[in-house]
């Protein structure tokens, strides 16, 4: 009878990291890195409150506008859909913050003016990045609106049972089915821009070689982002269950830090 193999060591698993692309260029993080990264983004969110919580008001305000023209529009049943998928396109709202915090990394004053045109830096490609982000965004309601008519086929979406409907043992079911499946949607817009979007501001980087960069820094450091993505989550949904106000404080943070993220992940070009 043979004996099963050993698990290979902690050293060995960490080089078998080393053969994904792009390797090199990201560094390896501990535990404590993502709390740094939220003090370093509360920072600069103080030193640029101005700038930084009236950005955050202005992205406050357009969600407002958005769910109340839903329900002007009979479409309550996309709301639910809508603030969940807030967190696939994040990465993309919170470029000005990026810029606020490269700014002062380079020792300059940002302004509103910089913070606004940050996606000049590297156009096409940080377009491209925020249109896949959008889209991911409208395939994922759309999944949520086929879980639903699975579960009730007969009940309409638009009409005032939809909650009543949600609140019963099928309901309950629903809604874990639906929240696993927005999970997996949320993981595939973390791996692919974790660092992909503050990289392309940062760098003249395509999109495809940023992307690819992201998701390594994810699997190469699978635990601390895991940690880093239930922070994005804990401080994103606790700014949407104040009436969406909270967001005004928690996406000028969550997109400082983002940096803060970034510039400890991915490593100098000089380092490659």
């Given amino acids: ?12 698993r960490r080089q078998s990291f080393a053969g994904l692309p792009l390797a090199q ?4 993080l501990t535990m404590d890195d993502p709390w740094a990264w939220l003090a370093a983004g509360w920072r600069d969110m103080m030193a640029a409150w101005p700038l930084s919580l009236g950005l955050g008001a ?6 407002l506008c958005v769910t109340v023209g839903l329900w002007w529009a009979d479409l309550t049943y996309l709301i639910t859909s809508a603030t969940a998928g807030f967190l696939l396109v994040s990465p993309a709202l919170a470029l000005g913050y990026y810029e606020i915090s490269r700014r002062f990394e380079l020792g300059e004053t940002p302004t509103l ?4 045109t940050a ?3 590297n156009p096409y490609h940080i377009l491209s990045i925020g249109v896949a982000l959008i889209f991911l965004l409208m395939i994922w309601m759309r999944f949520a609106a086929l879980i639903f008519a ?26 874990a089915v639906g929240s696993a499946v927005g999970a997996v949607f949320a993981a595939i817009a973390f791996m692919c821009a974790a660092v992909s979007m503050p990289m392309m501001l940062d760098r003249e980087v395509d999109a495809v070689e940023a992307v690819l960069t ?47 993220a970034y510039r400890a992940v991915v490593r100098e070009p000089s380092g490659n």
């Fill in 58 to 63: 202005l992205f406050t305000l357009l969600g």
């Fill in 119 to 121: 996606w000049k830096a």
């Fill in 25 to 28: 260029r990201v560094n390896t």
């Fill in 214 to 260: 992201s998701i390594v820094a994810v699997i190469r450091n699978w635990k601390v982002m895991a940690l880093w993505a239930g922070l994005i989550v804990v401080f994103t949904q606790s700014g949407l269950l104040i009436g969406l106000v909270g967001l005004a404080v928690t996406l000028p943070l969550i997109g400082h830090a983002s940096w803060h």
């Fill in 150 to 175: 699975i579960f009730f086929p007969y009940v309409s979406m638009s009409s005032g049972s939809m909650l009543d409907q949600t609140l019963t043992f099928d309901g309950l079911v629903f809604l």
């Fill in 113 to 116: 003016a910089l913070t606004l």
């Fill in 1 to 12: 009878m043979t004996t099963p193999p050993e698990p290979p060591p902690p050293t060995a």
